[in-house]
């Protein structure tokens, strides 16, 4: 959180988030079941899909993952998500990427 990296918590997931207190002051959705610890820690807890305060992306539950997905590729957290490709990463190195193989 402090890094300013991207954190997408979903259902209890954010429980976690509260043992470090950084839910304090930040708009965020969960499960319903700890919206009461969530709002007791200082969230501005709502009941939506999706919801992104700066590096904070969180979702209800599994049945929002469409939403979830979306909104993690579509938003400005995307930019810390994709893998950066530097100059000395587009020269062959025997032919092959430098890239992970995940980032093919």
Aim: aromatic share 6%.
């Amino acid at each position: 959180m402090e890094a300013g990296k991207p954190v997408a918590p979903i259902c209890h997931g954010a429980w976690v988030l509260v043992e470090i207190d950084a839910v304090r002051g930040r708009r965020m959705t969960s499960t319903g079941a700890i919206s009461t610890d969530l709002k007791n820690a200082g969230a501005d807890w709502v009941d939506e899909e999706f919801v992104r305060d700066g590096n904070l992306l969180t979702s209800r539950n599994p049945d929002d993952l469409p939403a979830f997905n979306e909104g993690i590729v579509s938003g400005p957290a995307v930019g810390a998500l994709r893998y950066r490709t530097a100059a000395s990463d587009l020269r062959p190195s025997g032919g092959r990427s430098r890239r992970p193989a995940w980032a093919r």
